[in-house]
T-cell receptor, first 117, second 110 residues
Framework: GAVVSQHPSWVICKSGTSVKIECRSLDFQATTMFWYRQFPKQSLMLMATSNEGSKATYEQGVEKDKFLINHASLTLSTLTVTSAHPEDSSFYIC?????????????FGPGTRLTVL | SQQGEEDPQALSIQEGENATMNCSYKTSINNLQWYRQNSGRGLVHLILIRSNEREKHSGRLRVTLDTSKKSSSLLITASRAADTASYFCAVSGGSYIPTFGRGTSLIVHP
């Protein structure tokens, strides 16, 4: 089946630094990728929709200047958490929609756990 | 909102018993999906059921969808300790973007 990878799988950083998380579709092309955030014992909340070659669409309440999303190719989207603070500590999960399949076909990455000290 | 809501929030059963989780939503949908998540791990896709379908099976899993009641159920038969996880339903409307509920935490005691 289709595989989506995320790198890194976990990261610890100091407050004030920036962290980049990569999401790759390994064996299919993804014109659309999605970024979710999940706090402990809570639901996945959609942060933004990333479209290849265009600006991301952010959900209400998500700061676009803090969470920079770049979808420069059909297989790679990146999420950069800028000037990270402890409250940004969370589990970040991406998903990718298979360009050649039906709209409801998307695959989730394994997630990246971010801890900001 | 489009978000699905699971019920119960937590479920504790013995190995071999059946586990039933429910999901309710408020608006019309194109599909509903169930996912499993082990603690601190990524999502595992279980079943997708479309709005024109009423029931789907996959191994020990059975999913039903009642669009008139805006609800779905996930049945795990003959549960195993390895089924211990959180289970989420995700509903998708016209944009086909899954919106997740809070999940049901299932504990299966050996």
């Amino acid at each position: 089946g289709a595989v989506v990878s995320q790198h890194p799988s976990w990261v610890i950083c100091k407050s004030g630094t920036s962290v980049k998380i990569e999401c790759r579709s390994l064996d299919f092309q993804a014109t659309t990728m999605f970024w979710y955030r999940q706090f402990p014992k809570q639901s996945l909340m959609l942060m933004a929709t990333s479209n290849e070659g265009s600006k991301a669409t952010y959900e209400q309440g998500v700061e676009k200047d803090k969470f920079l999303i770049n979808h420069a190719s059909l297989t790679l989207s990146t999420l950069t958490v800028t000037s990270a603070h402890p409250e940004d500590s969370s589990f970040y999960i991406c998903s990718a929609r298979d360009h050649s399949s039906t709209l409801d076909t998307q695959y989730f990455g394994p997630g990246t756990r971010l801890t900001v000290l | 909102s489009q978000q699905g809501e699971e019920d119960p929030q937590a479920l504790s059963i013995q190995e071999g018993e059946n586990a039933t989780m429910n999901c309710s939503y408020k608006t019309s949908i194109n599909n509903l999906q169930w996912y499993r998540q082990n603690s601190g791990r990524g999502l595992v896709h279980l079943i997708l059921i479309r709005s024109n379908e009423r029931e789907k099976h996959s191994g020990r899993l059975r999913v039903t969808l009642d669009t008139s009641k805006k609800s779905s159920s996930l049945l795990i038969t003959a549960s195993r300790a390895a089924d211990t996880a959180s289970y989420f339903c995700a509903v998708s409307g016209g944009s086909y973007i899954p919106t997740f509920g809070r999940g049901t935490s299932l504990i299966v005691h050996p």
